[in-house]
T-cell receptor, first 117, second 113 residues
């Protein structure tokens, strides 16, 4: 148990559906991240929030929409996805969320396995 | 930006052997280097990390070495056990700069009993 939970663990959705992924961290961290993990590809950073403000959007298509209502919760809203969006979506958090600060390890959730049909 | 190369992509060893995974990085400003282990069905979890003010760090069967001049760092696992089988990721980031890590592509370690 890393202190980062993600729901649902598995999700199958059609290309016209709208769904949301949820992440919650119980560690008191300032920064939260969304990553996409596809087979045989490196971890792809999607979004970064620190102190609830979005600081990174790594050229992610607009069909992925993040939301960070507070420093403990992070959502990823999905709509009109494509089959190539099928992947494991990982949420992570870390202690320091400020550029110029100390880099610390990230704590990852178990991921949501998304399949787009 | 930072670029992290990780080798090999797959490593197969017999139980009891040692395993070594190597990473190189491009940004000389990088000064924090964590290693993560990802087991099937789980997210990556930190197993060891090193900062640039030291050259080596050990934790039981796991050790990490850092060569700042050559810009490479390595993970060493001794007396491997089947439960060490997993995907291992290296990463590099900059304290005092953008703290966001850049990850290697991962190494799938298989330990045969």
């Amino acid at each position: 148990e890393t202190g980062v939970t993600q729901t649902p663990r598995h999700l199958v959705m059609g290309m016209t559906n709208k769904k949301s992924l949820k992440c919650e961290q119980h560690l008191g961290h300032n920064a939260m991240y969304w990553y996409k993990q596809s087979a045989k590809k490196p971890l792809e950073l999607m979004f970064v929030y620190n102190f609830k403000e979005q600081t990174e959007n790594n050229s992610v298509p607009s069909r992925f929409s993040p939301e960070c209502p507070n420093s403990s919760h992070l959502f990823l809203h999905l709509h009109t996805l494509q089959p190539e969006d099928s992947a494991l979506y990982l949420c992570a958090s870390s202690q320091e969320g400020l550029a110029g600060g100390t880099a610390y390890e990230q704590y990852f959730g178990p991921g949501t396995r998304l399949t787009v049909t | 930006g930072e670029n992290v190369e990780q080798h090999p992509s797959t490593l197969s060893v017999q139980e009891g052997d040692s395993a070594v995974i190597k990473c190189t990085y491009s940004d000389s400003a990088s000064n924090y280097f964590p290693w993560y282990k990802q087991e099937l069905g789980k997210g990556p979890q930190l197993i060891i990390d090193i900062r640039s003010n030291v050259g080596e760090k050990k934790d039981q069967r796991i050790a990490v070495t850092l060569n700042k001049t050559a810009k490479h760092f390595s993970l060493h696992i001794t007396e491997t056990q089947p439960e060490d089988s997993a995907v291992y990721f290296c990463a590099a980031s900059v304290s005092g700069g953008s703290y966001i890590p850049t990850f290697g592509r991962g190494t799938s370690l298989i330990v045969h009993p």
